[in-house]
């Protein structure tokens, strides 16, 4: 048996993995900027925002602090980056709250809807990510992603790479952990899937981070597979 | 300001509201029936079996059981059935295991499809059902119905009508109860939803329990839309 025989459903992280949530960002950090004369570095921004998402959930994942779910994170971080970035006090908390939408509004990768389209022929897709369901609702169908199911961080109460984010979503499947396919592209998380037993599916997003990204520029474990788009997953497993 | 102005998502139930369990119940157990050579009146299976539903969440909703999803629950009911009906030493347990995953094939109404496609184009859709995520997911992909997210009982961890159930779908959806519009065509799931603020829909099903069936034929409370079925919402939302 191959390492892709017995698989009953993708499993999907979203942030970088089928969302391009960087550019996404920036062009609404501008698109802010302009309307209300901000000189502010939204790439830098960006970045700082993005760099605050795994501190945030630390407290949630110690235990320190109850589930909140991303969505108020986001906001919280936002708060800090406002002030870091020297436009806290040129804009109110309606602003700031409307700027945290722009997750929910992120563009996928040219590939991921066609992707996900010709995989869902086959398997039911859910995602397996940190974000809450609200904004997974939302970014699915503004990018037209054909989701089975929102499952992962809301579902668990709890955030990767904490086993229980990954074991609920399998049990909501009905599956065991080894009949899911985790797909993602970074290497923690994968990691932290196949600790518990899912088959794991490397997808190459060397610019999800920018132009200057240092970190999973590539596979760095034997996962089943290793691909360049949602459009060769969906060739390797020949749908 | 009428009763339908600021809703944010539509929340459904599924048994019976959207999908025909009846007539798909019956359909499978003659399809069992004849391939085995089994004399069973399987309207009075179908019938046995959902009148053992409600009866097999209350040891979950009072606490007396901890979380058990609905697959498990038909599974066990499936058991004394086949023992009711005369059949238990006819069948081995991956023949009951396969007819349990009947609750996984169940038929919509004709108007279900279209009338979700129609509903999906303004709101997000999500299932506040009873029945687990893997059934729904199942449920969903067999019968072409669009939802955004598969919410309810697994996500509460607990069965309607407790009232967790429906407050956490709307906390998931990001969303007051004030702005779900719960559909429905069960009084008491109806009135459990408006005691928590959400606003309701009553779609008519005289027949969802068969032709004898003698509650549920019609409202029995002050709801903000009373409708004969989905496409008939998707008109009185104007979608």
Known sequence: MNGLEGIGALTFDVFGTV???RSSIIREGRALG?????AVDWEAFADDWRGLYHPSM??????????????RLHRE?????????GFADRVDAATLDALNLAWHRLDPWPDSAPGLTRLRRRYPLATLSNGNVALMVDLARHGGLPFDAILGAELARQYKPRPEVYLRTAEAL???PEACLMVAAHNHDLKAAARLGLRTAYVIRPTQSGPAQTRDLGPEGDYDLVVESLEALADALGC
Not at 34 to 38: I, K, S
Not at 77 to 85: F, P
């Open 58 to 71: 630390e407290p949630v994942r110690t235990g320190e602090r109850p589930w909140v779910p991303l969505d």
């Open 174 to 176: 009905g599956l065991a």
């Open 19 to 21: 969302v391009d949530w």
């Open 34 to 38: 302009e309307r209300l004369g901000l």
């Open 77 to 85: 971080s936002l708060d800090t980056l406002a002030h870091r970035h």
